[in-house]
């Protein structure tokens, strides 16, 4: 399978709408998904005030990034 460097206007439009959907379930844990234009969404996990956000995902797939929230 050939890895795809940027994100499909497409598939921007439904990793936004699944952004979106569980924006207000990880609202208070620590968890964020962020646009980043032509790279897809960045999912940042495990804030701490110390040393920011230790897991940082990029995604250009919605389906890998609904399976993952």
């Known amino acids: ?22 924006t207000e379930v990880y609202e208070n844990d620590g968890t964020a998904v962020l ?13 701490t005030i110390h040393s920011g956000f230790d897991c940082v995902t990029t995604y250009t797939d919605s389906k ?3 399976n993952s929230l």
């Open 1 to 22: 399978m050939k890895k795809q460097a940027f994100i499909t206007e497409e598939e921007s439009r439904k990793c936004r709408k699944v952004a979106d959907a569980f």
């Open 35 to 47: 646009d980043a234009g032509k790279y897809g969404f960045v999912k940042l996990q495990y804030y």
């Open 64 to 66: 890998e990034l609904f």
